[in-house]
């Protein structure tokens, strides 16, 4: 017969649905705390709580240090009870020894009671939470425990709570306490009073789990779901798709004489749900998503300013079917096709195209080829205004005339396709080429915005990463994506702008060949100059004319016949002396400077000495960027003094 410790032992596991090892781990914590505030135990001493789950016996080590003589029990022992636990202790080792307190099960009982609630407690929340985290994007039922203004409260298993708030639930529903209310796990949040679990009616993924619960072939995969756009309690539409030949999608969802679909639509509290194939071809596609309108035409205008644009033309008496009530067809049908849709009637998209042809230069050659027809839709479009009736053959060339002119538009030159495709290799450079293999479910960003993203078309990073520097705000519109969401898309862009700078950086290093080495360059002569020349070659550039002959040193200079030196020949005609010395500083030549000497008086030997005993001296002025003659006289017969 088991003792009362085991039934108790049993009965809390069962309660609290929790594993034994975590009921024995919380029961030995508690009497280890319960040990150390019974005997003042150090926080700092080992000490370790075993418990016998069959008999509920509870026993206490502790570490304790071997000494000769006993003055601490609690934290020292004798060598002969050490050798009891561990036979080779020695003097100033540390054994682990049994120290249960004889009346230990009173005490615990008294002391470990609010910390074995607790940990069972902590246990408890902790089990919740991660069981919940797996059942995120899962539908789950429960019963309705409490009804408030706020919302909700759902019982769920393991003790837990659901909130289910107003913009959770499908208007119109009404709940009673008791009910039982199914809904989807939308978010899993960590409290200090516990696992919050949010629930939700109206989210999007709700509709697909029961179409998943309801429809076999789309939870085997036979059948995919592509894409979902939801009104909760008034509208859905639905793409579907087979992965297999000879299966139709739609027939499968319905079900035969729509069984399926209408348990789905009871569920949801009568929404009506429109399950329509995807097609690749936009066109098909968003054609199928305005049903159950018939249409015209569609035409696409992927480079339109407000982003990926399909003009939808409709007969006239299908106009307010395409557009909805409050334009919820209309809206449902841009949610589930990702582009932005505009409907037209035939007689408004004729009017809209005359009006191009007639103003847009680019479109001359189109309105020359279809001049004869354009004179038959103004008829066709007057008698329109007068409030006659048009025969279907009147509709009829007004569609044809729509069509002829759209699709001619829509042809666009091939250097300017040339350009858009260059500037989109241009910012593909930009992204990592990984990016565009790697899933946007796998990027960094919130669980709801990737499916978001994904649904709206976006299967990979890259593709993100394309249309955000392309069409930043087409990501904007999207349902579900505020800015809250933009921020992290934002961030994760500027990471991957890092990424692709350090990758290209990477590559063109790689790129640089190792340099070889080459020769030492040889530099060409450098021909020395005479200061003298320098000078005279700047002075020429800004100063007046003056011919000056070369100075000829004194060994190598001619002696004429007459004996008699040639003086500098200067240009009376061009600069006088009077003129000369008028100049600015700065701008004389040293050849010019020399001291005049009377003719006929002395020899050609002595006026060379005397041209040898010039004193002048050059010097460099940064200011002006010239070079400087200063010329040394003597004044006042005593001393001498430089002179520019």
């Known amino acids: 017969m088991k003792n009362e410790f085991t039934l108790a032992f049993n009965e809390v596991l069962e309660e609290k649905q929790l594993p034994k090892e975590i009921i024995l781990k919380a029961l030995e914590s508690a009497m280890v705390s319960a040990y150390r505030r019974a005997v003042n135990a150090s926080s700092a001493q080992h000490v370790e709580a075993k418990v016998d789950p069959e008999t509920g016996k509870v026993e206490i080590y502790a570490e304790k240090e071997v000494v000769d003589t006993v003055q601490n029990t609690i934290t020292e022992v004798s060598l002969q009870e050490a050798h009891r636990y561990t036979p080779e202790a020695e003097i100033g080792s540390m054994v682990i020894v049994e120290c249960t307190p004889h009346d230990f099960g009173r005490v615990a009982a008294q002391t470990a009671r609010q910390v074995i609630q607790q940990r069972i407690r902590d246990a408890e929340r902790q089990a919740q939470l991660n069981f919940y985290q797996h059942q995120l994007g899962e539908i789950i039922s429960g019963v309705v425990q409490a009804i408030n203004s706020q919302g909700v409260t759902v019982g769920l298993e393991m003790r837990a709570e659901g909130i289910m708030s107003r913009k959770d639930m499908i208007q119109g529903e009404r709940f009673r306490i008791h009910d039982r209310a199914r809904a989807l796990v939308a978010e899993v949040k960590d409290s200090p009073r516990g696992p919050q679990i949010i629930l939700s009616r109206t989210h999007r993924d709700f509709l697909r789990r029961l179409l998943e619960n309801e429809v076999p072939e789309i939870y085997h995969g036979v059948v995919e779901i592509r894409s979902i756009a939801r009104e909760p309690g008034e509208r859905a539409k639905v793409a579907v798709s087979a992965t297999q030949s000879g299966i139709d999608p739609v027939g499968a969802c319905v079900g035969i004489r729509g069984v399926r679909i209408q348990a789905i639509v009871r569920e949801l509290h009568d929404e009506k749900i429109d399950v329509i194939e995807w097609n690749p071809d936009p066109a098909i596609f968003i054609a199928k998503a305005i049903s159950p309108a018939r249409v015209t035409g569609v035409y696409l205008n992927e480079r339109s300013a407000t982003g990926k644009t399909a003009t939808v033309v409709v ?330």
């Open 315 to 644: 007969p006239e008496d299908q106009l307010s079917l395409a557009i909805g009530r409050d334009g919820q067809n209309a809206r449902l049908a841009a949610k589930l096709t990702g582009w932005r849709i505009d409907i037209k009637s035939v007689s408004e998209a004729a009017t809209d195209a005359l009006y191009k042809l007639q103003n847009d230069a680019s479109l001359a050659a189109i309105a020359q080829a279809e001049g004869a027809t354009i004179v038959e839709v103004e008829v066709i479009l007057g008698k329109k205004n007068e409030g006659r009736p048009l025969t279907p053959e009147e509709y009829d060339g007004l569609a044809h005339f729509v069509d002829r002119v759209e699709k001619r538009t829509a042809r666009r030159q091939p250097e300017k396709v040339a350009e858009e495709e260059a500037e989109l290799a241009n910012i593909r450079k930009g992204i990592p080429a990984g990016m565009f293999d790697q899933s946007i479910l796998d990027s960094s960003l919130p669980e709801h915005v990737s499916y978001i993203l994904q649904e709206a078309g976006y299967s990979t990073i890259g593709e993100l990463a394309l249309h955000m520097k392309t069409h930043p705000d087409d990501v904007l519109r999207l349902q579900g994506i505020g800015p809250r969401a933009m921020t992290e898309i934002n961030r994760l862009m500027e990471t991957l702008e890092i990424t692709a700078a350090t990758e290209l950086a990477a590559a063109k290093v790689e790129e640089v060949p190792a340099a070889e080495p080459s020769a030492p360059e040889v530099l060409p002569p450098v021909e020395v100059v005479a200061a003298e020349t320098v000078v005279q070659e700047t002075v020429v550039e800004t100063a007046p004319t003056v011919e000056i002959q070369a100075e000829v040193p004194a060994e190598e200079a001619p002696v004429p016949e007459s004996g008699v030196a040639e003086q500098p020949v200067i240009s009376e005609e061009e600069t006088s002396f009077d003129q000369l010395f008028a100049l600015k500083p700065g701008i004389i030549e040293p050849a010019a400077e020399e001291e005049e000497e009377e003719e006929g008086t002395e020899s050609a030997k002595d006026k060379k000495k005397k041209k040898k005993k010039k004193f002048v001296e050059l010097t460099y002025d940064p200011d002006r960027d010239v070079v400087l003659a200063k010329k040394k006289h003597k004044r006042g017969g005593t001393e001498w003094d430089w002179e520019e």
